[in-house]
């Protein structure tokens, strides 16, 4: 009992001495106003000391792609920090390669401002916003999928790529957390985000998504994501996902067709049984507009009783091997879960896709 | 107590992902399961996968190297070996889930076989790359835990 007593006292001995360190520090240590540095004087900024980059520079409307609401746990928040950062944390070295660190790339929410410091920001990201929108729709798609239509407010236009993301602000015990989804809607859609939820037990962003109603409110930021449709109309487009990872590729799919509508492209959907699929007719329908669209949607689960099914049976990268031919020039979109993707990039670099052409979104 | 050096432990975990690598090549083999075999295969490249983590590391330099790979450690290491695999049957007819939960815990051997070296007089630097070890596999862990809760395969 007594060593019980002992640890217990030496453990809140030790917390509470944290804590004093954090309040004083809070209160009594005064860094004073420090300069924040953006693209060598292209925004300069001047901010209190002792705050994390991450939390001035959303404060100074500067929304640096985060998932983990600062906590170092995501890894997103990866900035150029060139000077005036302070030596590189034990808690960011998991998430940065022995290259990005000599680059100076830092993760913004662990860099404290405690002097002058100075920053790279990759232009695009100066030009993402914070938008207010309401939600137009809320449909199931599946038992657990939802597509989400959300009309822009302020700014009331969105201007994005296919492929790119946006990361929605969800309430949560510890305040608000934001939360990536990729954009479903086409591009020339630009005054609707459209997204297609899966609920995922337990999950914040998720559970608040399939929560809403027509007429709620929803904050988000964006766009995100580097993904570059190829604009030579003669490379084949391959889309291939699994579950909610239909969201990006049906951006890609219509876009595409808007502006090129002969270009060759591909969709594999895997599903697990026949309740699980969705937008099928929707993509047979434009199958029959434009002939050099290829719709694939493949079964993975043995068909239960009164399912029927005359499409692809197995898992998707099956599929990916059967229909695909070797040799033609390509770009691949993949989204999906890791094991699916890893299996899907083999079959592709075994039909002779370069790997620099292929471009994936692990969830 | 023997003397057992960072270099040592590190061919412990290697032999470790081995047998991992063999026991998930015989769940596929042997699975009636298409999911099933894809899942084997994936998780019988975790190997792999450390590897890569490993180059990511901010090691450097061949002293840097070499003074980690040296560092004597006065200690018996346990877990992380054949024991890990007993209690754990994936039968040909195993289910996704089941082969998940199985790599879950293999993940958590690997951890508690990690945060040993820990619990010893370390300086930093092996302290780091100890640290970012069990970072990886608590990654793996999240990851292989939504693969589970959302049921794909």
Partial sequence: MIYLWAVSSFAGLTVALAAMLMIAERFLVNYGICKLDVNAGEKPLEVAGGQTLLSVLYANEIFIPSACGGKGSCGHCRITVTSGGGPVLPTETPYLTRKEIRAKL???CQVKIREDIYVRIPAELLNVKMFASTVESARELTHDIKEIR???????????????????????????????????????????VELVVRLVPGGIGSTYLHNLNPGDAVSFTGPYGEFQLNEDPSVEIVCVGGGCGMAPMKNIIYTLYDRWPDRSCWLFFGCRTTYDVFYFKQFEELARKHPNFHVVYALSDELGEGERWDGE??????SVDKHLEAGLRRQAFLC???????????????????????????? | MGVITIVEVLE????FECMLAEFYAKVSEQSTREGVRLLADYMSRHRWRTHEALTKLPIETAEQIYRICHTPLRYEPQGADRHSFEGVELPPEATAAEVLDAAIKFDECLIQFYRQVLRQPVDKEVKELFESFIRFEQDDEIELKKIRAMDYF
Avoid: C, W
């Fill in chain 1, 336 to 363: 999906g879960p890791p094991p699916m993707i890893e299996a899907v990039t083999r079959v592709l670099e075994e039909k002779g896709v370069r790997s620099d052409d292929v471009f994936y979104d692990e969830f």
């Fill in chain 2, 12 to 15: 412990h975990v290697e032999k």
């Fill in chain 1, 313 to 318: 049976r197995g898992f998707v990268h099956l």
């Fill in chain 1, 150 to 192: 959300l009309r822009l407010e302020e700014p009331a236009e969105i201007s994005h790529r296919p492929g790119q993301y946006i990361q929605v602000q969800a309430p949560s015990a510890d305040g608000p957390v934001y939360r990536a989804y990729s954009i479903s809607s086409p591009v020339y859609e630009p005054n609707i």
């Fill in chain 1, 106 to 108: 830092r993760l913004a």
